[in-house]
Nanobody, 122 residues
Framework: VQLQASGGGLVQPGGSLRLSCVAS????????IGWFRQAPGKEREGVSC????????YYADSVKGRFAISSDNAKNTLYLQMNSLKPEDTAVYYC????????????????WGKGTQVTVSS
């Protein structure tokens, strides 16, 4: 199982970015997959997850209304559209998958990809 995240970068406050995560080694079939982030000196936190089976989603309170998670099961690709970005969104963003609990979204995910850096600064 491999998860490859991309799409990070430097953006000004109020700007937008879209992260992508391509999964290989398993198919999007009733699994949980999502995005986590870790800022310097802070613990990793769950940002958003989606259950590929029923499409149910989870968002951290800090990103509700600004971020949108989606998946293209045919392409085995997960997306995170991030709008109205704030400096506090600066972090390394990781894609992770949980193969046994389709509504799980926490630090115990089965597989993790390498992160992509998102920096929000003027």
């Amino acid at each position: 199982v491999q998860l490859q995240a991309s799409g990070g970068g430097l953006v000004q406050p109020g700007g937008s970015l879209r992260l992508s995560c391509v999964a290989s080694g398993f198919t999007f079939d009733d699994y949980a997959i999502g995005w986590f982030r870790q800022a310097p000196g802070k613990e990793r936190e769950g940002v958003s997850c989606i259950s590929s089976g029923d499409g149910s989603t989870y968002y951290a309170d800090s990103v509700k209304g600004r971020f949108a998670i989606s998946s293209d099961n045919a392409k085995n690709t997960l997306y995170l559209q991030m709008n109205s970005l704030k400096p506090e969104d600066t972090a390394v963003y990781y894609c992770a998958a949980e193969l046994h609990r389709p509504h799980y979204c926490s630090g115990g995910m089965d597989y993790w990809g390498k992160g992509t850096q998102v920096t929000v600064s003027s």
